[in-house]
Every structure is written in C-alpha cells, then in structure tokens.
C-alpha cells in the first residue's frame, strides 16, 4: 500500500501563489506516475498534472504555464507549485500514485488509472 498526505493549500488571492506538497510513505517503490488533480464543488474530479518515474511531466492545458509538478524522491515528497492563481483555480486538491505500468501521459489522465489517492487539501482563490 502506499499512503498519500497533502498539505499546503489555503486563502490566497488572485494572483498569488501556493505550493502543495504531497507525503508518500509505504511502498513507494512501486510508484510509476504521481499525479494531482482537483476538484470543486458540483464538479467532476479533474486532471492537474503528472509526473512518470522518468521525470517527464504533462499538464492539463488550464494550468500549463501556471503550474509546476517536482518531486524530491529522498524526501519521497511530490509537489505542486501554482503561480498565477485564479479564482476557477479554488478546488480541493488531491495527489495520487499510479503502481501500474505506465502508459502514455495522455491515457493516464483520469483518476481511475491511479491506485492511491490522498485526502485532499483545500485550494481557495479569492477575486
């Protein structure tokens, strides 16, 4: 099993920034793809962004340009850095771990491809 914590989110104004970060424990190893998503309310979970073991990253085109996913594998920490935020950027934020082979960014955009899923931390942007 691999366990996930965010934190970080928070009240910022348009505008302004947040770094989240994500806690990995347990069977890290098996991890091939950590990703974020989002979701506000009366809305579907939707896809942020993505890192592969590889180091590639891919983003939803929303936040391309305005988001930023790293991760510091000694740490066994994930990140997600949004400048520029928006008031459309408030949504509880989720981070969450793939075990199974990795496919192609594209195909991996859904939550379901994700085996793990933390509790999620709230993002608010006000106008």
């Known amino acids: 099993q691999v366990q996930l914590v965010e934190s970080g989110g928070g009240l910022v104004q348009t505008g302004g920034s947040l770094r989240l970060s994500c806690a990995a424990s347990?069977?890290?190893?098996?991890?091939?793809?950590m990703g974020w998503f989002r979701q506000a309310p009366g809305k579907e979970r939707e896809f942020v962004a993505l890192?592969?073991?590889?180091?590639?990253?891919y983003y939803a085109d929303i936040v391309k340009g305005r988001f930023t996913i790293s991760r510091d594998n000694d740490k066994n920490m994930v990140y997600l850095q949004m400048n520029s935020l928006k008031p459309e950027d408030t949504a509880v934020y989720y981070c969450?771990?793939?075990?199974?082979?990795?496919?192609?960014?594209?195909?991996?955009?859904?939550?379901?491809?994700?085996?793990?899923r933390g509790q999620g931390t709230q993002v608010t942007v006000s106008s």
């Open positions: 890192m592969r073991n590889d180091g590639d990253t």
């Open positions: 969450a771990a793939r075990l199974d082979p990795v496919l192609p960014s594209t195909q991996i955009t859904r939550s379901y491809a994700y085996n793990y």
């Open positions: 347990g069977r890290t190893f098996r991890v091939t793809v």
